[in-house]
């Protein structure tokens, strides 16, 4: 059974950091591309993030766009989300998910998606 597994939630102050990792079980993702994406408690799931197989690509919400940085390393078939400069608003439960297209692009739409992590909350106080 393939499964991502996301780890690295948590409570934080605003201004403050967290850093998510997200790996998978099952098979590897380390040709394929991955993403972020997060749901605030009454909202629509929402895109954060997206990296290329290789990492030489990424994308980024605006609401995210110079505080949070997605990398992955494939040796470890690993992917993280950096996230600083944390605001109340970012308050959500993050989602890690992967495309079933190797050598392909990240993508900010979640039904480009195949596999879902089970998620880890993130809470920022103000």
């Known amino acids: 059974q393939v499964q991502l597994v996301e780890s690295g939630g948590g409570l934080v102050q605003a201004g403050g950091s967290l850093s998510l990792s997200c790996a998978p079980s099952?098979?590897?993702?380390?040709?394929?591309?991955m993403g972020w994406f997060r749901q605030a408690p009454g909202k629509e799931r929402e895109f954060v993030a997206a990296i290329n197989w290789n990492g030489g690509n990424t994308d980024y919400a605006d609401s995210v766009k110079g505080r949070f940085t997605i990398s992955r390393d494939n040796a470890k078939d690993t992917m993280y989300l950096q996230m600083n400069s944390l605001k109340p608003e970012d308050t959500a439960v993050y989602y890690c998910a992967a495309r079933n297209t190797k050598w392909g692009s990240g993508s900010p739409l979640s039904h480009d998606y195949n596999y879902w992590g089970q998620g880890t909350q993130v809470t920022v106080s103000s």
């Open positions: 099952g098979r590897t993702f380390s040709y394929y591309p």
